[in-house]
Structure formats: C-alpha cells, structure tokens
C-alpha cells in the first residue's frame, strides 16, 4: 500500500457529460501528478501540481481540468466526455515535482 | 521513434530462471528511470528506480543503466509465478518538472 487513495473506484458516465476524480496524496507529499491508461498502453501524463499550482501539462485537451487543495489532495475534472477517455486514471504523489512517485489504485472510467 | 520503447512481449521464462526486461529512451537528457510493476487490472507499483550508470541490485532485482547507449533493464533473478505481470519503464527527463514517460510495457510469464 501506498497511502495514495482514490475514488471512486470505478465510474460510468455517457458521451458528454462531466466526471471529478479524486485522489488523496501520501502523507508528507506535495506533489500529485495524473495519468491516462488506455487498455494495452503505458500511463500517459496529463499533469501534475506541486503546491496547489499547476506544474507542467502532458497534450490533453483544454476539457481536462485539475486542482489541488491546501492538504495537497487533488481532483480531476473532465468535461464533454468523449468514448475515448474511457481508460484507468492515476493518480500519484511524491514527495516533490522530480521525486520518485507513488500510485494509487486507480479509477476506471468507461465512458458510454 | 517513441520515447520509451518496450518489447511488449509476451515474454515467458520458466520458474527459477532470470528474466531480462529491455527498455530504450531517445532523450539523452533524461535523469532518471524507474520500473515499475502491474498486475492485471491492479495500479502500477514502484519496483525500482536508478540514476547513475551500472548495476543496482534490491533482493532479486537487478536494475541495469547505460546512458550512453539509452538503455535501461531489468533481471529478475530466481523468478517466481508471482512475477508474472506486465512491466512498465518509465523515465524522467528531470528539472522542475517530474512528468513520468512511460512505455507501453513488457507482459511477464513465469511457467512452474
């Protein structure tokens, strides 16, 4: 175990609508970055923040939104959900921006 | 040429063997490297992480780097059924910013 928690756990949404996923860091960590993995692929950036700031953006559209709160737990908005964004979602966190990171679970999204 | 290429395998190795996993990088500037392990259906998990070429060995793992050829390993020395998963390398091009590039993967068989 990590102490990296995500929720939900699995999710089930229709072309369009919008989605917020969470992701709560590991003790004593600043720093969580969110991943896209596509069935068969490798996690793919979408970003990352360090100290409630954004800290660099992988190509994903504008659709995909994040935070960070003061408690460095961290959600990840999706709107105009489209058939591809169907995938697991990661979330991980680190102790700083270029420190080794930590997974979560994971949220499995499927888009219908 | 992608940034990190992986053999996706299938690659089966029977059980007490070593198995050797292979991943390549095309930023020669890259700082750092991990490999991390995933079950199926289950979040990537943090096996390893090395920064300065040669050898760095952790129980039955060995993790291997040679920056001047881009080229980064793993040996599973005395494999076990329970190794059986997919292996992912990912690298870290470093600075302020710690987006994680990952390959596609290498799927592991360990047969008994």
């Known amino acids: 175990e990590t102490g990296v928690t995500q929720s939900p756990t699995h999710l089930i949404k229709t072309r369009g609508q919008q989605v917020t996923l969470r992701c709560s860091s590991q003790?004593?960590?600043?720093?969580v970055s969110w991943y896209q993995q596509a069935l068969g692929q490798g996690p793919q950036f979408i970003f990352q923040y360090y100290r409630e700031e954004e800290n660099g953006r992988g190509n994903f559209p504008p659709r995909f939104s994040g935070l960070q709160f003061p408690n460095y737990s961290s959600e990840l908005n999706v709107n105009a959900l489209e058939l591809d964004d169907s995938a697991l979602y990661l979330c991980?966190?680190?102790?700083?921006?270029?420190?080794?990171?930590?997974f979560g679970p994971g949220t499995r999204l499927l888009v219908l | 040429q992608k940034e990190v290429e992986q053999n996706s395998g299938p690659l089966s190795v029977p059980e007490g063997a070593i198995a050797s996993l292979n991943c390549t990088y095309s930023?020669?500037?890259?700082?750092?490297f991990f490999w991390y392990r995933q079950y199926s259906g289950k979040s990537p998990e943090l096996i390893m992480f090395?920064?300065?070429?040669g050898d760095k060995e952790d129980g039955r793992f060995t993790a291997q780097l040679n920056k001047a050829s881009q080229y980064v390993s793993l040996l599973i020395r005395d494999s076990q059924p329970s190794d059986s998963a997919t292996y992912l390398c990912a690298v870290n091009k470093g600075g302020s910013q710690g987006n994680l590039i990952f390959g596609k993967g290498t799927k592991l068989s360990v047969k008994p």
């Open positions: 991980a966190s680190s102790l700083a921006p270029e420190e080794t990171q930590y």
């Open positions: 003790s004593g960590h600043n720093t």
């Open positions: 090395i920064y300065s070429n």
């Open positions: 930023d020669r500037g890259s700082q750092s």
